[in-house]
């Protein structure tokens, strides 16, 4: 048969992988699972942090004297302040506090510090840490509403 071309009976054997190609696999298997280990954390935290602070829970004014505005914080330096709001002449006042991102915001706060205000604000609730501010309250605006 000159026609037909000649067909060997051997048959290759299938390669076996070799040690070292086993112990890259598994190498790169525990790399990839260590990545997801740290990085689904730092994601799912970053995400938090992002809908906490973007996302506004309620918004307002609240009105009375300011009593104190302070910068302060170990690692994260932040503007907080208490405003002192009395119902009635003679009660006892009722403490805000409120966190103020903006230093020119604190800044015309400073400037009041003692007088009548209004301070408009906004809460995000979930803050996960005091780096963002001691409060969920951010005063966003500022203006004077006595002599």
């Known amino acids: 048969m000159a ?7 051997t048959e290759e054997a299938p390669e076996t992988p070799t040690a070292p190609t086993l112990v890259r696999k598994v190498r790169n298997k525990a790399l ?10 730092v994601v799912v ?3 938090w942090i992002w809908t906490a602070l973007g996302y506004t829970y309620a918004m307002g004014e609240r009105a009375g004297y300011i009593q104190k505005i302070s910068k302060k914080g170990w690692l ?14 003679g009660t006892m006042p009722q403490i805000f506090t409120f966190t103020v991102r903006s230093d020119s915001v604190a800044h015309v706060i400073e400037q009041n ?17 005091s780096c963002f501010g ?12 006595g002599l």
């Open 3 to 9: 026609d037909t071309p000649e067909t060997t009976e």
């Open 45 to 47: 935290g970053a995400l």
């Open 113 to 129: 510090a003692g007088k009548q205000v209004s301070l408009t604000y906004e809460q995000h609730r979930g803050v996960p840490t």
């Open 32 to 41: 990839i699972a260590l990545l997801i280990l740290l990085l689904v954390p």
């Open 134 to 145: 001691e409060t969920e309250y951010f005063v966003t605006g500022v203006h004077r509403t």
């Open 76 to 89: 994260c330096k932040t503007w907080e302040g208490e405003l002192a709001m009395a119902n009635l002449p």
